[in-house]
C-alpha cells in the first residue's frame, strides 16, 4: 500500500512538473506570436459597418461577417496578397474573418473593428449587451474563407 502510495506521488509530481513547463512554453509561444503579429495590425484601418450576412463554417465558432452600408479609412485591402487575415475590403464590400459565435451575432447588428487597437466590438441592435473581443488573423481556415468570400481579388 505504501509503495503505490509513493508510485502515485511520483507520478503526480511528474505530471505537475511537466504541466508547468507546457504552461511555460505556452505563455512564451504566445508572446512570441504577439510581437509578429503586432506590427502588421499597425495599418490605420478601422471599419464601421451593419452586417448583411453571416457565412458560419461549423468549425468552432469560425465565420465570415458580410458588411453593408460600411465606411472604412481603407478603400482596398487584400488579404490574400498579404497573407494576414482579420478583414479583406474591396470598394464597397468587405469581410470581417471572426470566431464570433453566430448565435452571438446577427444581421443588422452593427461592428466596429479598429486595426491599430487589435480591437472588435459588435453592438447588438435589439438588446444593449455588446459583445467585444480582440481582432485577431485567422490561420487555420484560410480554404474556408478561399472557398466562401465573396471578394474577388
Not at 458588411?67 to 497573407?83: D, G, I, M, Q, W
Not at 452593427?110 to 485567422?138: G, M, P, Y
Request: with cysteine.
Amino acid at each position: 500500500m505504501k509503495r503505490q502510495l509513493i508510485k502515485i506521488a511520483v507520478i503526480f509530481v511528474i505530471f505537475l512538473t511537466g504541466s508547468m513547463f507546457y504552461f511555460q512554453w505556452s505563455v512564451r509561444e504566445a508572446e512570441k506570436q504577439d510581437q509578429y503579429e503586432e506590427p502588421l495590425f499597425q495599418n490605420n484601418i478601422v471599419i464601421k459597418g451593419i452586417i448583411d450576412d453571416i457565412s458560419d463554417s461549423g468549425n468552432h465558432c469560425f465565420n465570415i461577417i458580410y458588411l453593408k452600408s460600411f465606411k472604412s479609412t481603407a478603400h482596398y485591402f487584400n488579404p490574400f496578397r498579404k497573407n494576414t487575415y482579420p478583414y479583406a475590403i474591396n470598394g464597397r464590400n468587405c469581410e470581417i474573418y471572426s470566431w464570433a459565435c453566430v448565435h452571438d451575432v446577427e444581421r443588422g447588428d452593427s461592428i466596429i473593428i479598429d486595426s491599430n487597437k487589435r480591437s472588435f466590438l459588435i453592438i447588438k441592435k435589439d438588446t444593449v449587451n455588446n459583445l467585444r473581443s480582440d481582432l485577431s488573423f485567422v490561420d487555420r481556415e484560410l480554404n474556408y474563407i478561399k472557398e466562401h468570400s465573396k471578394l474577388k481579388f
